[in-house]
């Protein structure tokens, strides 16, 4: 049994089918219910009255020596007409029931078999042709995809966005088409004409735009070319014949007919779903070729029946010799039977043919419609010939045949399905979504500040870039991130205020005008990217560029990218700095176009070891130079022709052995070397050569001894050693009397020398945490500047008292474990928890550290009246 639910989605179903067929399968379909009735009616009466009514024939009639062969009924008539054997009262012997005994077994035995079972055979051929005409509605392979086809065509005769596309093609067309009969007629020149030729003669008028402002006899605003070549008749017209006035009319069917945001979305979803499905149903023509299958199916089922039937209808008889072996029960040996319904049978057998007939010469008809046309490619030639739908791209393999079976239903529906195949109309419906969905003031309410005070506006994952984006002209920092088309438009030229952008796996493009505008005032790019192939052509002929981050795999197996070799940085005259974020196998040499006018360079190759470094000989100018995981085990010699070079940051690499620090004796004005994250094991005497050296950096490396020659540079700064092994601290440090940062953490140390604290006057920072010291020496009294003390991690037992005359260390500039600093006496105590005198919105300066901490403003506060105590 089914339900009532089954039975109305099946309908439903085959209802939706109807689309995908055409005018013959409609009428094979109704010949196939027609022979199906004849089939079923010749089969209801076999089964209700057929049968054969039998008699006794005389045996003097007929000669039974000789075989038995049927008698025909000139024959048998003849024998009833002899004179030797009277045709009337004759009697047989026989009983009623002897008569049906006979009947059923000359009914097996006489008749046919096409006679008995001519029907049911031609009903089983009719379900057979019926299940062959539906059967690539369910195929597993094709019933998916013909559902899935039917779905979305549903979807998009329904979508409001179809109809609003279509009239807006429509509109579009029709406003061509008067624009080119208005300008055709020549009238007298009116009051307005001069108007009117002025502003055509400089451009600023357009017919095109007639139908959206008011009325108005003012200049209209200027074509674009593209409007101005399409209106061949009035560029050529337009400065020696008047024009016909034409009355403007509102146009208000854009803004009556704008989708809300459901319909959007959902149309932003169907043009994915087609797209995926267009590239699902491209790739094979199974549907295709189970079409043509069944109906090569049919036709064949066809010659069969009509090769096989035909001649068994004349066969069709309505008496017959039956020859029972019943002699021993009647007395009998031949009789003759009738068949009572064989007229009837022939001639519903007749009708059936016929129908057959038709329903053959329609198969015949779609096997040459299949072969005939080219069903695996379909073209929208027709509406490109309307001048409607331009961009459509033509289609292939099964969903050109699906859309070719369902022009023969409605050729409306293709052109349906075209709004959402074709890419203007779906730029078109994300330019009206961005126009809605981020507008200016949502906008301005992302723009933030960023570290530096500038105004930034960071774009994640749109389609496209909003209209509304390029109305800021006060915004300086624009990041963008999976912009879909971030195209930049000529009127990027009002973000007069813009200095840096980021292009985050954005290929960008830019028109020409915009091009002018970022060569002029662009200051700083930042690109991210996958291969070196997406980086846009035309970043290297910003000329105005000071800033160039580029991260993502730069180099190929066989060197660098496509752009590098071509020397696409010769235009980048004003480059100062350069960040390379990838995995270099050298450095370009190409690079050396950029000498005079690049000052840093920034590497950070991600664990990739940088084997050549001779493209850095010719970068004479570099003032900082920055190589961080390199895995480079030696100092690169390359470094020596820099001459101008202050800062050198080698960290994160393989270093383990620094025996060429003596050739950075010519590196007069180096200031800052960074060697921190590496595997040094002993810093050589030679580093006293560096004599201009302001911080060195060797934290996290294996350093056991410091050589006595460190504390020869007298300019040093800041000495940053945490994470070593050092057990010893020399007194020799003293001499590095305008030293401000020491970093001793997670060393070994026991004990510190106290001219440390005596003649190290200018300590601001000392961080001695995680070592083995026992105490600390006096002498702190003297370390009038310091800020900020880090003894956490030691072997401590109490703090000294003169502590509390280190007044920096007052709000939190002390770094002690609770315990530890309840040793000091209350007073000392109170002195140091004391906040700060300073206003509590700006804390005091403090030095310039990496590893400084971040205090809140109560803990840098002080009180100044708490300062009397000591």
């Known amino acids: 049994m089914f339900t009532l639910s089954e039975l109305w989605s099946s309908g439903e179903r085959q209802g939706s089918y109807k689309l995908l067929k055409p ?94 079972f001519l029907p049911y055979v031609t009903l089983l051929h009719t379900l057979v042709l019926l ?11 094709t019933s998916a995809r013909i559902e899935h086809f039917l779905s979305l065509l549903a979807k998009c005769c329904e979508s409001p966005w179809t109809t609003r596309a ?75 014949e008047p024009v016909l006035p034409v009355q403007v009319v509102p146009d208000t069917s854009r803004q009556g007919a704008t989708l809300d945001r459901s319909d959007r979305e959902l149309a932003r979803a169907l043009f994915e779903r087609v797209r995926r499905f267009r590239a699902h149903c491209e790739s094979s023509d199974v549907i295709y070729k189970v079409y043509t299958a069944q109906t090569v199916f049919k036709v064949l089922k066809f010659i069969l029946i009509v090769s096989y039937t035909t001649p068994l209808l004349d066969s069709i008889s309505f008496s017959h010799i039956c020859q029972p072996h019943t002699y021993a029960l009647t007395g009998y040996s031949i009789f003759q039977c009738s068949h009572s319904l064989s007229s009837v049978l022939r001639k519903l057998m007749q009708a059936y043919v016929l129908l057959l007939f038709l329903f053959g010469l329609l ?43 369902a022009d023969q239903y409605d050729p409306l529906l293709a052109q349906r399905l075209s709004v959402f195949l074709s890419p203007v109309s779906e730029t078109r419906l994300l330019e009206e979504s961005l126009e809605r969905h981020w507008g200016a003031e949502r906008l301005r309410s992302m723009i933030t500040s960023d570290q530096q005070g500038h105004s930034q506006l960071q774009l994640v994952a749109l389609p496209r870039l909003p209209a509304a984006l390029f109305t800021f002209s006060q915004l300086q920092v624009l990041k963008l991130e999976l912009i879909g088309d971030a195209k930049l438009t000529a009127q990027i030229a009002n973000m007069t205020a ?67 070799v071509l020397g696409s940085l010769r235009q980048l005259r004003h480059l100062r700095v350069l960040v390379l974020r990838g995995m ?40 900082e130079v920055q190589l961080q995981g390199c895995q480079l085990e030696r100092l690169p010699s390359a470094l020596l022709a820099l001459t101008g070079l202050r800062s050198l940051d080698l960290q994160y690499n393989s270093l383990r052995t620094l025996e060429e620090l003596l050739g950075l004796q010519h590196l007069r004005r180096l200031s800052c070397l960074r060697l921190a994250h590496n595997r040094v094991v002993a810093l050589p005497s030679s580093v006293g050569v560096l004599r201009s050296l302001e911080l060195l950096d060797l934290a996290h490396n294996q350093l056991q001894i410091l050589p006595l020659a460190l504390f020869t540079l007298h300019k040093l700064r800041r000495l940053l050693l945490a994470g070593n092994l050092l057990e010893e601290l020399p007194a020799e440090i003293g ?30 920072n000392l961080n001695v945490a995680n070592n083995s010291l026992g105490s600390l020496p006096t002498g702190f ?60 919105s700006e804390p005091p300066s403090r030095p310039n550290s990496d590893c400084f901490p971040t205090f809140s403003a109560a803990q840098w506060s002080f009180h100044s009246a708490l300062e009397s105590r000591i």
């Open 23 to 116: 005018w013959w399968e409609v009428f094979m379909d109704y010949l196939l219910v027609l022979m199906l009735m004849v089939s079923i009616l010749a089969g209801t009466l076999q089964l209700s009255r057929d049968g054969v009514v039998c008699i006794p024939v005389h045996s003097s009639s007929i000669n039974h020596s000789s075989p038995m062969e049927p008698v025909s009924d000139t024959i048998f008539r003849n024998t009833l007409d002899s004179p030797r054997i009277p045709v009337k009262g004759r009697r047989t012997n026989l009983d009623f029931q002897q008569y049906i005994y006979i009947s059923q077994v000359c009914y097996h035995e006489a008749l046919p078999w096409y006679s008995r």
């Open 131 to 141: 299940a062959s005409g539906c059967f690539w509605f369910h195929f597993p392979l």
């Open 166 to 240: 279509l009239s807006l093609t429509a509109k579009l067309d029709t406003r061509f088409s008067e624009t080119e009969q208005a300008v055709q007629p020549k009238v007298q020149i009116t009051s307005s004409y001069k108007i009117r030729k002025s502003s055509l003669d400089s451009g600023t008028d357009s017919p095109l735009l007639a139908g959206t402002d008011s009325v108005t006899t003012t200049p209209q605003p200027s074509p674009c070319p593209s409007t101005l070549s399409h209106c061949s008749t009035l560029s050529a017209m337009s400065c020696t």
């Open 363 to 405: 198969g015949i008809y779609a096997l040459y419609w299949i072969f005939h046309k080219s069903l695996r490619q379909y073209s929208f030639q027709s509406l490109r010939e309307k001048g409607s739908m331009l961009d459509v791209p033509d289609l292939h393999n099964d969903l050109a045949f699906l859309l070719h079976m």
């Open 498 to 564: 813009l200095r840096e952008m980021h292009l985050y796996h954005c290929t960008a493009s830019v028109e020409p005008a915009a091009l002018q505008h970022l060569q002029e005032h662009l200051e700083t790019l930042h690109l991210t990217f996958s291969q070196a192939a997406e980086i846009p052509a035309w970043v290297y002929s910003l000329r105005g560029l000071q800033e160039l981050h580029l991260t993502g795999r730069l180099s190929n197996e066989g060197g660098m990218g496509r752009g590098w």
């Open 584 to 623: 270099l196998q050298k450095v370009p040499g190409e690079l050396s176009e950029l000498v005079g006018s690049l000052l840093k360079l920034e590497i950070y190759n991600e664990g990739t070891r940088l084997l050549v470094l001779t493209g850095l000989r010719r970068l004479t100018g570099l003032a």
């Open 735 to 764: 001499a590095l009397k305008l030293l401000g940062e020491l970093d001793l953490s997670a060393n070994r140390l026991e004990h510190l020398p106290k001219e440390l604290f005596e003649r190290c006057v200018e300590l601001r």
């Open 781 to 840: 009294g003297g370390l009038t500047q310091l800020s900020r003390l880090d003894v956490r991690g030691n072997s401590l037992e109490e703090l000294p008292v003169e502590l509390g005359c280190c007044f920096g260390l007052r709000g939190g500039g002390l770094l002690v474990e609770n315990w530890l600093l309840h040793t000091l006496p209350r007073q000392v105590r109170d002195v140091l928890q004391q906040p700060s005198s300073c206003p509590s």
